[in-house]
C-alpha cells in the first residue's frame, strides 16, 4: 500500500489516492472490530486476563493509526480539490492518543483500564440499619434504586457518599496520569490541549462561547424548576439543614448526580392525583427487557427505520449477568465497524427511566446502521451532540399521554387530552430535561479547565464544587476534602467520554422534534406531537443519519430542520405551558442561589490533616 504512494511519485494524484483510501478501508474495517471486540470481553467480563487482551489490541490497532497517519504524508492532501477525500485524510490523519510512543500508550491505557474498573467494580458498604456491616450494594441495582425511592436523609447520604467513597476517591493519581498523557498526544497532533482536541470534533468557531450563550439562554427556566422543587424539598425534609446560600443538598434529587429529577415526580406533580406511573403499569403488564427493546425497536420501524440486524439480540448483554462476573453495567452501544456487529450493553431494570434509555441506546444502534455505508471514517455523528439525540427526539413522542395511551402504558381511566395530565406530563419531562442542562454543561467546563491546566490535581474537587454550586445549585450533603474526587463518581470522566454532546443534544433534539413534527403534519403545542409512523419525517431523519460525519454538521442540521445554527427556542417553547405555571407557584420564593454554597455544607475544602490535627491538639 505504502508503495502506492511513491510509485505514483505525485502527491497530488487523485486516483492514486482514491486506491489508498479503499486500502486503508478495508484494512480499518479488519482492526477495528477486532479492537472492538476485545474491549466488549473486557467491558462483560473485567478479569485482568481479559485487560491484558484489551490492552493488546488496543496496542495494535495504535500501531495501524500510526502507519496510516505517516502513509497519509505521501499526499498534499490538504490541497486536494475533491472535499470528500480530503476530509477522509483529515480524519485519518487526526489519530489522537494512537499518536503516543508506545510505551506512553500503554500507559494512559493502563491508566484508563484502572479508573473503569475501580468504577464498574465499586460497591458501598456499612448500610445503615444493616444487621450485617459487611454486605456491600453495586450501584445498579440498589445504590440507584435507594436514591431514586428514599426519603431518608441519612440512607441518602450513606449512598451518596459511600459512592464517592468507592470511586473518586481511588482515582486521582491514575486521572492526573490521563490528563498529562492526553495533552501530550493532543499536543503532538497540533491541538493546544485534549480540551482543544476535543472541541474540534464541532468544527465551530469560538464553540465555548456559543455553548455559553445556550446555557445562559436556559438559566432562567432552570431556576423556575429549581426554586420550585427547592420548596418542595424543603417541606419533605423539614428540620434538615439546607444551606442559606440557596443551594439544594445533592443526594434529595432522585439520582446520584442530581442530573435527572425525574424520580420527584410523584413530589412535584402539579396534580398528583393524575400519576404518569408508566413503571408500575409496565410491572403489571410482566414487561421483559425483551418486550423493551420490542417496543423501541418497533417505533422506529413504523417510522420506516432500520430494523435490528438478527445477530443483534444474540451477541448484545441486554440484562446484568447472574453469574456473579463483574461487568461495565454502564449502558452503551457498540459500532464494530465491520458493517455486520452492532450491540448494546445495559444492566436493564423494568422502569420508565430503563425505557427512555433504551431508545437512547436503539437511537445510536439505528445511526450505526444509517451510516454504515460510509468510509470508516465519517462513521459518526454530524457531531456528537447529533448522535446523543437521534434515540431521545423519538422518546420526546413515545413519552406522551397520546403514545402511552397507544401502547397501553396509560391507565386505562385516564384521558389522554386531560389538561391536567398534560401538564403533569410536562412537568415530569422538564425534571429529565430540564433539570438536566447545568449538568450537561458543566462536566466539560470542569474538564476543559483540568486540560488547560488551570485546574491542578489539588483543586480538582474545589473547582468540581464550585461549578456544581454555581451553576447546578446543588451542594455536597457532607463535608467534602481535597483528597476527594467526586467528578470521577461520574461514569463519563474514568471512562474518558467527553459530555457537552449531551447538553447539545438536550438543545437541539428540541429543534429536531420540532421539524420532524412539522413533517409529520401535527398541529399545536409542540409537547403533545407524537410522531408514530410517519414515514415522512422518519425518511427526514435517515436521510441526515446517512451522511454520518461527511458533511460539517451545520449541513445535517439543515438536512432536518431548514437551518445551520443550535438554538434553546424550540425547547423553550415545548415548556412553556409549565413556564407560566411554574411562575405562580414560585411566586413567593428566592430565585436562584448565591455563587458560592454556603460554609456549613461543605465548601469547607481543607485537607483532612487540618481537621486532624486540630482534633487532636483538642483532645
Ligand atoms: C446511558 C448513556 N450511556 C452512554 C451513551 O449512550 O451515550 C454510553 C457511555 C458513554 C458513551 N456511550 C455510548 O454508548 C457511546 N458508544 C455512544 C456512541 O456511539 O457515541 C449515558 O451515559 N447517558 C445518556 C443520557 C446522559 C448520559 C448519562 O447517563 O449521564
Ligand atoms: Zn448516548
Redesign the pocket.
Given at each position: 500500500v505504502a508503495s502506492i504512494g511513491s510509485s505514483f511519485g505525485d502527491r497530488n494524484n487523485i486516483t492514486a489516492a482514491k486506491i489508498w483510501l479503499e486500502e486503508y478501508n478495508t484494512e480499518a474495517e479488519k482492526v477495528r472490530p477486532e479492537a472492538q471486540e476485545a474491549s466488549w470481553t473486557w467491558n462483560t467480563n473485567i478479569t485482568d486476563y481479559n485487560n491484558r487482551l484489551k490492552l493488546e489490541a488496543e496496542k495494535k490497532k495504535s500501531e495501524f493509526d500510526k502507519r496510516s497517519y505517516n502513509q497519509t504524508l505521501n499526499w498534499d492532501w490538504k490541497n486536494f480539490t475533491e472535499i470528500n477525500a480530503k476530509r477522509q485524510f483529515y480524519k485519518i490523519a487526526d489519530i489522537g492518543e494512537s499518536v503516543l510512543p508506545t510505551d506512553k500508550f500503554q500507559q494512559i491505557t493502563k491508566a484508563k483500564s484502572n479508573m473503569q474498573s475501580v468504577y464498574s467494580k465499586a460497591r458501598v458498604c456499612n448500610k445503615p440499619g444493616d444487621q450485617d456491616p459487611s454486605k456491600c450494594y453495586p450501584l445498579n441495582p440498589t445504590l440507584e434504586n435507594i436514591m431514586a425511592k428514599s426519603t431518608d436523609w441519612k440512607e441518602l447520604a450513606w449512598a451518596w457518599e459511600g459512592w464517592r467513597n468507592e470511586t473518586g476517591r481511588k482515582m486521582p493519581d491514575d486521572y492526573e496520569k490521563f490528563v498529562e498523557l492526553a495533552n501530550e498526544a493532543a499536543g503532538m497532533n497540533g491541538y493546544t490541549d485534549n480540551g482543544d482536541y476535543w472541541r474540534s470534533w464541532y468544527e465551530t468557531e469560538n464553540f465555548e462561547k456559543q455553548m455559553e450563550e445556550l446555557f445562559i439562554g436556559l438559566k432562567d427556566l432552570y431556576k423556575l424548576l429549581h426554586a420550585y422543587a427547592r420548596k418542595k424539598l424543603k417541606e419533605r425534609f423539614v428540620g434538615h439543614p439546607f444551606p442559606d446560600s440557596g443551594q439544594i443538598p445533592a443526594h434529595l434529587l432522585g439520582n446520584m448526580?442530581a442530573?435527572?429529577w425525574g424520580n420527584l415526580f410523584t413530589l412535584l406533580a402539579p396534580y398528583p392525583g393524575k400519576p404518569l406511573d408508566v413503571t408500575e403499569m409496565m410491572r403489571e403488564q410482566n414487561y421483559t427487557t425483551r418486550k423493551m427493546f420490542d417496543l423501541s425497536e418497533k417505533f422506529f420501524t413504523d417510522l420506516g427505520l432500520d430494523p435490528m440486524p438478527p445477530k443483534f439480540y444474540n451477541d448484545s448483554m441486554l440484562d446484568k449477568p447472574e453469574d456473579g462476573r463483574d461487568v461495565v453495567c454502564?449502558?452503551?452501544?457498540?459500532?464494530f465497524y465491520n458493517r455486520k456487529d452492532f450491540r448494546?450493553?445495559?444492566c436493564t431494570q423494568v422502569t420508565m427511566d430503563w425505557l427512555i434509555?433504551t431508545h437512547?441506546?436503539m437511537?445510536?444502534v439505528q445511526?450505526?446502521l444509517q451510516y454504515k455505508d460510509q468510509p470508516v471514517v465519517f462513521r459518526?455523528?454530524a457531531n456528537?451532540g447529533f448522535?446523543?439525540a437521534i434515540?431521545?427526539v423519538l422518546a420526546l413522542s413515545v413519552s406522551t399521554p397520546k403514545h402511552l395511551k397507544k401502547i397501553n402504558l396509560l391507565r386505562p381511566n385516564q384521558n389522554p387530552d386531560d389538561e391536567e395530565l398534560q401538564l403533569n406530563f410536562l412537568m415530569n419531562q422538564a425534571l429529565k430535561k430540564i433539570a438536566?442542562i447545568p449538568?450537561?454543561y458543566l462536566i466539560d467546563q470542569w474538564r476543559w479547565k483540568v486540560f488547560k491546566g488551570e485546574t491542578k490535581k489539588d483543586e480538582y474537587n474545589e473547582d468540581w464544587w464550585n461549578l456544581r454550586c454555581k451553576h447546578q445549585g446543588v451542594s455536597p450533603p457532607v463535608q467534602r476534602f481535597n483528597t476527594d474526587f467526586d467528578a470521577g463518581s461520574?461514569?463519563?470522566v474514568p471512562?474518558n467520554?467527553p459530555?457537552i454532546?449531551?447538553f447539545v443534544?438536550y438543545v437541539i433534539q428540541f429543534q429536531f422534534h420540532k421539524a420532524l413534527c412539522k413533517e409529520a403534519g401535527h398541529n399545536g403545542p409542540l409537547h403533545k406531537c407524537d410522531i408514530d409512523q410517519s414515514t415522512e419525517a422518519g425518511n427526514k431523519l435517515a436521510a441526515m443519519m446517512k451522511l454520518g460525519s461527511s458533511k460539517e454538521w451545520p449541513d445535517a442540521m439543515e438536512a432536518i430542520t431548514g437551518q445551520r445554527k443550535m438554538n434553546v427556542s424550540d425547547l423553550i417553547e415545548y415548556f412553556a405551558p409549565l413556564e407560566d405555571w411554574l411562575k405562580k407557584e414560585v411566586k413567593n420564593e428566592t430565585l436562584g442561589w448565591d455563587d458560592q454554597c454556603g460554609r456549613i455544607w461543605g465548601n469547607g475544602m481543607r485537607t483532612k490533616s487540618i481537621f486532624i490535627a486540630i482534633y487532636i491538639i483538642f483532645h
Open positions: 448526580w442530573q435527572s454502564h449502558a452503551s452501544a457498540w459500532d448494546i450493553k445495559q434509555t437512547h441506546e437511537g445510536h445511526y450505526f459518526r455523528g456528537p448522535h446523543e434515540g431521545d438536566f449538568f450537561g461520574k461514569f463519563h471512562n467520554t459530555y454532546r449531551y443534544s
